[in-house]
């Protein structure tokens, strides 16, 4: 019945509905009248014009009594259920507007956001139990590729291209320091820090370019302005295989800051390299056809960054530390 309505209540609107359902559910004009504020003569005519759009008699009155006929009967159960689903779109249109209702599609490089990727998550999904949160774990060229294509609404990532020229916008998350990862026994481990001249006659291990560009680039431009061109023993593909050609011996580890908590039962030694060299980890965005989950996404890693949250849980660094690093 109510897809008839769509066609031949070309001139009715919602107003008309929720005026005879008051009067139907009460069963007298009066009391409607006084329910939903507005004049009885009004509220009459509205009934009237439902009335005479449909073809039918809705409701049989009396001096004394208003009572619904059979066709008014099924109209209220259908209004019913028809306002109900009206009101819930709303709401979820106001839902999806303010970016508690949606899908948020997040890209991110993993061990560089393993300090706070799960804590913060969980935060946007209690805060925002509506969204579906979709992680997808990327290299970082593949989660700029995916964001500037629109198939990430954010990415978690190290900076990798220019972004004004993809249309994308960026916010520093952290300056991640650049270590060395040592064997326990080796020579060098007994040193707090060390200086990058001292790597100029040792093997080293750093990621491949292709992927982590970022941090490859950085240990080559710090390589170069100390003076020597760096014998690379091994560029695997994984951070994790850095750590475990390391272990066994196989040369001197380059990596950043976050993975030396990666490094926890291994019997390896971190030390700060000198002078301090950093890479950056960005968070990135569409400039255009942003969405509310991933504005509120967003504002959300923005307050944990001020709150010096997102570095919490790295062991032995301060929160002062990594943000002045």
Known sequence: MLCRLGITLSSMDLRHLRYYQAVAEELSFSKAARRLHIAQPALSRAVKELE???????????????????AGSVLLHETALLLQRFNETMLRVRRTAAGEEGELRLGYIGPPTQAFLGRIVKEFRKRYPRVAVVLEERTPE?????????????????????????????????????????PAGHPLAKNRSLRWKQLANQPLIILSRREGISLHDAVLAACHQAGFAPSMAHT????????????????IGVVSESICSLGEGMPLVFRPLTPAQTVELVMVWPEKNDTPPAAAFRRLVCEWKRAGLLWERLPGVSVRNLENA
């Open 52 to 70: 005479e759009a449909l073809g039918v008699e809705l409701l049989t009155r009396t001096r004394r009594s208003v009572m619904m006929t059979q």
């Open 142 to 182: 593949r989660v700029w590729e995916m964001v500037a294509k629109g198939r990430l609404a954010v990415g978690l990532t190290r900076p990798v291209l220019p972004h004004h020229a993809l249309g994308l916008n960026t916010i520093v998350l952290r300056q991640e320091r650049l270590h060395a990862a040592l």
């Open 236 to 251: 695997p593909s994984l951070i994790t295989t850095v750590l475990s050609y390391v272990e066994a011996e196989a040369g």
